[in-house]
């Protein structure tokens, strides 16, 4: 069949998708493990225009773990995780900011309007829309690791509603204006939840939650919130999987109605995931 053909064909398939989120937010967890490369940014930046153009409402919430980790090394600092979360000292939390309210963040931005798409860069200090306090593990403290008390949607929908899309970094502050850290995976969460938002997308790099790690055939495609902690607890999920299932999960439980872990290496995998009747990656379900 002509490749023009085909390629209508797919469009028609598509517009009853694309109507149905017409004017829904849309939150996109963008990882650093899927920024790997110049040409991946730009598909994964192509594809949330697209979804812009089409009447989305998308939000995008960053990551940039692995650029932290690349900086630190730089300053001859050893990256130290527990339960896939960074601890996080002075130093670091300099570090931290510095990568993802700057470089990464204003990348991205710098992508968007690249595209004519208009967007703003913002961190969750800026309009107070994150306030966060010290996150404790099992009352173990890792340093200036937060975790989210309120979420101020001022800014976030005053963007929306301006037609920009919102790019967000996970640095937030307390009431005392101390800096805090926070996994992307926990804000992108947080943030689809007091939004309201229609779906939550995890763009990592893999394809989704797997069996076995080292087996990319072994991808789960449904996961029950009730399941998780047997996954957990088998060692299945473990590491930076950690906290995207457990956002998943509370998403779910604050009214998000489809929550997907896909692969951010794939070419236009948000597009395949909300178009077309191929699901691709895990699906989280209540
Ligand atoms: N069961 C699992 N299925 C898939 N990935 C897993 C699983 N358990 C642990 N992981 C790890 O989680 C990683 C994704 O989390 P992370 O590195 O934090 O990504 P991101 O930067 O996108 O947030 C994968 O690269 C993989 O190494
Ligand atoms: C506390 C904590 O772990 N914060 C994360 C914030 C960045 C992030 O979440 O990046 P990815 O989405 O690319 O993993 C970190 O320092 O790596």
Redesign the pocket.
């Known amino acids: 069949m002509d490749k023009s053909i085909i390629r209508a064909k797919t469009l028609v398939e598509a517009l009853p998708y694309i109507q149905m989120f017409n004017n829904k937010i849309i939150v996109i967890k963008y990882?650093?493990?899927a920024m790997i490369d110049a040409e991946l940014k730009m598909s994964v930046i192509k594809d949330i225009s697209l979804m812009k153009l089409v009447g989305i409402k998308p939000v995008v919430v960053h990551?940039?773990?692995?650029k932290?980790s690349e900086m630190l090394v730089k300053i001859g600092k050893e990256p130290k995780f527990i339960q896939?979360?960074?601890v996080?000292d002075d130093e670091t939390m300099e570090i931290?900011e510095m990568v993802?309210s700057g470089n990464v963040n204003k990348e991205i931005v710098q992508l968007f309007e690249k595209q004519g798409i208009k967007s703003v860069g913002i961190s969750g200090k800026d309009g107070r829309s994150i306030i966060a306090k010290k996150k404790l593990l099992d009352g173990l403290d890792i340093g200036w690791?937060g975790e989210i008390d309120t979420i101020q949607t001022e800014l976030i929908t005053a963007l929306i509603e301006n037609d920009f899309i919102p790019v967000i970094a996970?640095i937030a502050c307390d009431e005392n204006n101390n800096t805090y850290?926070?996994?992307?995976?926990y804000v992108a969460g947080a943030i689809a939840a007091k939004l309201g938002a229609e779906k939550l997308i995890y763009l990592t790099d893999v394809e989704g939650v797997l069996r076995d790690v080292k087996d990319k055939t072994s991808l789960i495609s449904k996961i029950k919130v009730d399941e998780i902690q047997r996954y957990k607890d088998d060692k299945i999920i473990q590491g930076?999987m950690i906290p995207k299932v457990d956002c998943c999960a509370e998403s779910i439980k604050n009214g998000v109605a489809g929550v997907h872990i896909l692969d951010g290496r794939v070419e236009h995998s948000i597009l395949l995931e909300l178009f077309t009747n191929s699901g691709i990656g895990t699906m989280l379900m209540p």
């Open positions: 990882g650093g493990s990551g940039g773990g692995k932290i896939g979360l960074r996080t931290a993802l690791v996970p850290n926070i996994n992307a995976d930076g």
